[in-house]
């Protein structure tokens, strides 16, 4: 979805090393997300945040860190990248103000990261 | 865990065929939504069943919920080429977030 962009699109890095993925939405909603998809898988819930003051762990937030910086914008950190850290990461959003669970997400295209 | 398994795994069939996804999950759900991806791209939103729906369709879409048997179906239809891609079912049971399955990866043959 054109609304939801991520960068950069494909990244190599070694390990150790701390790299940032961003993510910029312009649909204005208030809710997102970001997944890891690893081969074969479906996709793990990393961090949420449901507006810029609230950030929330998912299933598998350890060695990840991330900043809501405003409603358009939310970033994936990684600290000390590892070589189990290679994946395929995925930024969504939400509208929010439904009030009801689970809504509908509209994905980004993805990162491709490699760790070394 | 909530999250959904799919089957089959890889499904492949003829362009024209009829297509049949399954979903299971283990607990109660608010809705399940179904996404396609195509290859490694980014997850687009194909249909949401609530709850208390039992059937739901979209174009050569459909959807079916059986809360009894904590499963769904996804048909498609008169399938094409391009409906080539993975398919996820996901599950909405705590407020805001979705658990995915596995995925269903489709072949359909010209």
């Known amino acids: 979805d054109a609304d939801v962009t991520q960068t950069p699109r494909n990244r190599i890095t070694k390990t150790g090393k701390r790299i940032m993925l961003e993510c910029s939405q312009t649909k204005g909603h208030d809710r997102m997300y970001w997944y890891r998809q690893d081969p074969g898988l479906g996709l793990r819930l990393i961090y949420y945040?449901?507006?810029?003051?609230?950030?929330n762990k998912g299933e598998i937030s350890d060695g990840y860190s991330v900043s809501r910086q405003a409603q358009a914008k939310f970033s994936l950190s990684l600290e000390s990248a590892i070589p189990n850290q290679t994946a395929l990461y995925f930024c969504?959003?939400?509208?929010?103000?439904?009030?009801?669970?689970?809504?509908?997400?509209?994905f980004g295209p993805g990162t491709r990261l490699l760790v070394l | 865990s909530q999250q959904g398994e799919e089957d089959p795994q890889a499904l492949s069939i003829q362009e024209g065929e009829n297509a049949t996804m399954n979903c299971s999950y283990k607990t109660s759900i608010n809705n399940l939504q179904w996404y396609r991806q195509n290859s490694g791209r980014g997850l687009v939103h194909l249909i949401l069943?609530?709850?208390?729906?039992r059937e739901k369709h979209s174009g050569r879409l459909r959807v079916t919920l059986d809360t009894s048997k904590k499963s769904s179906s996804l048909l498609i239809t008169a399938s094409r080429a391009a409906d080539t891609a993975s398919y996820f079912c996901a599950t909405a049971w705590s407020y805001g977030k979705l658990t995915f399955g596995q995925g269903t990866i489709l072949t359909v043959h010209p």
């Open positions: 945040s449901f507006d810029v003051k609230d950030i």
């Open positions: 969504a959003t939400s509208v929010g103000t439904s009030g009801r669970p689970g809504e509908t997400q509209y």
């Open positions: 069943i609530r709850s208390n729906e």
